[in-house]
């Protein structure tokens, strides 16, 4: 059972979590410093710079923002920074985290997607969007949905995206019983019954237990824990900091580069900074100043990523409608027919009816193309699929160019004798496209669903059409 004593108890205030031992010692306590002084541009700028001098992003991550984020936590339950300067903090770092996705989002992927996302009533929210950038790191695809997602759009996003694993992070007990829902909705579906689910944060951090006992496959304490966990459990590599010698020397030679900076022009230490109240209504009012135009910055940038994610969405429906249509007649091509065919027999299937496969080809096309031109013989395709279409019924039977003059239509709830009365009349209605176009075809009823093979009915549906050709041809000597 869930200990609700030790959720409930407060965080560790006695421990700080500024390590010597940490390489990037130096670097992390300079960026708290530089950002509890309200000096976030300096703070986001010397970081920027420190990266372009090969320090690698994941160490940042790992050595720099995450002990940095604890410390806070800590100098905050000990009443030695105010929750303003907390959520300012936090908010900076998330700016910062921003501005590295140019970079972040580009490396190559491994084929795993990773879909992230916290429990409703959350405000911590960083630690979970650092699991999703290390995981983008290590080539996973990832997926940060934020805190406000329903539960019902969260299982649609998964059925649509099918992602490997779901990480659900919770800080306050209240929160709970709502990954505990999260987890019991995502088993008892089937489409979703091989995604593995990882959780974290605080109230699992206190019970170390409790990940099992609410039903998930994995718990981590900490980003790189995370990324170490899943890179073990789906047996692909990770990003790791140092790939060789000449790596380790380079970057331990920046490094002491940068802490005899920082020891020359750093006059006031982390603590000097922290417990400096000679300034303290001014320090307010600075931190409240650096909020609003950070809050301003904020929502300037999500409103560019929301018209950049617009417009990709338009350049990527329209490469998807390329992609699948046929460019002369606008109908759909062969390569989207092989995926259409596969989901509607799964259809017919599950409603127990028929489906008719029809294959036609254009009789005389070719004479037309010699004896007309082929800007003729355009004319004519357009023409029989702006025709065709209106024998078909919208949005369920469908029509796909094979290739020159050869089409293939599909006809839902369509027996043979329907789907030949409906192909007659639509060659009695070619004649006012050209006066010498007509059509040959076969037809295919599909009544059984067991153990269909797609090329096999493609052969047999050519087949009758061009048994039906050869008649066309004797009948016209």
């Known amino acids: 059972m869930v200990h609700i004593d030790n959720l409930l108890s407060p965080i560790t205030a006695s421990k700080e979590f500024l390590d010597n031992n940490n390489v990037y010692f130096n670097i992390m306590t300079e960026y708290l410093k530089l950002i509890l002084e309200t000096k976030r541009v300096k703070a986001s700028k010397w970081l920027m710079d420190i990266m372009e001098k090969?320090?690698?992003?994941?160490?940042?991550?790992?050595?720099?923002?995450?002990?940095?984020?604890?410390?806070?936590?800590?100098?905050?339950?000990?009443?030695?920074?105010?929750?303003?300067q907390e959520h300012y903090f936090t908010a900076t770092t998330q700016f910062i985290m921003s501005q590295l996705y140019s970079k972040i989002f580009v490396s190559d992927k491994n084929g795993l997607k990773f879909v992230g996302t916290c429990v409703s009533e959350e405000l911590h929210e960083i630690g979970i969007k650092m699991v999703s950038d290390i995981l983008e790191l290590d080539g996973w695809d990832t997926y940060y949905l934020g805190v406000d997602v329903q539960k019902k759009d969260l299982i649609s996003f998964l059925i649509e995206q099918k992602p490997h694993v779901l990480g659900i992070s919770a800080t306050m007990t209240i929160g709970l019983q709502k990954v505990i829902e999260i987890i019991e909705e995502v088993r008892c579906i089937e489409e979703l019954k091989d995604i593995k689910i990882l959780v974290g944060g605080y109230i699992?951090?206190?019970?170390?237990?409790?990940?099992?006992?609410?039903?998930?496959?994995?718990?981590a304490p900490n980003a790189i824990e995370t990324s170490n966990l899943l890179a073990n459990n789906f047996k692909v590599g990770k990003i790791t900091s140092f790939n060789n010698i000449n790596d380790?020397?380079?970057?331990?030679?920046?490094?002491?580069?940068?802490?005899?900076?920082?020891?020359?022009?750093?006059?006031?230490?982390?603590?000097?900074?922290?417990?400096?109240?000679?300034?303290?209504?001014?320090?307010?009012?600075?931190?409240?100043?650096?909020?609003?135009?950070?809050?301003?910055?904020?929502?300037?940038?999500?409103?560019?990523?929301?018209?950049?994610?617009?417009?990709?969405?338009?350049?990527?429906?329209?490469?998807?409608?390329?992609s699948i249509t046929d460019p002369l007649t606008g109908l759909y091509n062969r390569r989207e027919f092989f995926n259409k065919i596969k989901v509607e027999i799964t259809r017919a299937e599950r409603g127990n009816y028929n489906?008719?496969?029809?294959?036609?080809?254009?009789?005389?096309?070719?004479?037309?193309?010699?004896?007309?031109?082929?800007?003729?013989?355009?004319?004519?395709?357009?023409?029989?699929?702006?025709?065709?279409?209106?024998?078909?019924?919208?949005?369920?039977?469908?029509?796909?160019?094979?290739?020159?003059?050869?089409?293939?239509?599909?006809?839902?709830?369509?027996?043979?004798?329907?789907?030949?009365?409906?192909?007659e009349r639509l060659n009695d209605k070619l004649k006012y496209i050209h006066e010498i176009l007509s059509l040959s075809y076969g037809i295919v009823e599909i009544i059984s669903y067991e153990n269909i093979d797609i090329k096999k009915l493609l052969v047999e549906v050519d087949k009758k059409m061009y048994k039906n050709k050869r008649n066309f041809k004797n009948n016209k000597i």
């Open 204 to 219: 699992f951090n206190i019970d170390k237990k409790l990940w099992k006992e609410v039903g998930a496959d994995f718990y």
């Open 248 to 322: 380790v020397l380079y970057i331990k030679k920046e490094l002491l580069k940068i802490d005899n900076e920082i020891m020359n022009t750093s006059k006031l230490g982390i603590k000097e900074v922290v417990n400096d109240n000679s300034n303290k209504s001014l320090i307010k009012e600075q931190v409240l100043d650096e909020m609003t135009k950070l809050n301003n910055q904020l929502i300037t940038m999500q409103r560019e990523l929301s018209k950049k994610n617009i417009e990709s969405k338009i350049l990527n429906d329209k490469l998807n409608r390329l």
């Open 54 to 84: 090969g320090i690698p992003i994941k160490d940042i991550y790992v050595y720099v923002f995450e002990p940095a984020l604890k410390e806070i936590g800590r100098l905050l339950q000990t009443n030695k920074i105010t929750v303003a």
């Open 355 to 423: 489906l008719s496969l029809v294959c036609i080809d254009l009789n005389n096309f070719k004479r037309i193309n010699d004896n007309y031109g082929h800007d003729e013989g355009d004319r004519v395709l357009k023409g029989f699929a702006k025709i065709t279409k209106t024998y078909l019924r919208n949005n369920i039977d469908s029509i796909y160019r094979f290739g020159g003059d050869e089409f293939i239509i599909i006809l839902l709830e369509c027996n043979a004798i329907s789907a030949k009365k409906i192909i």
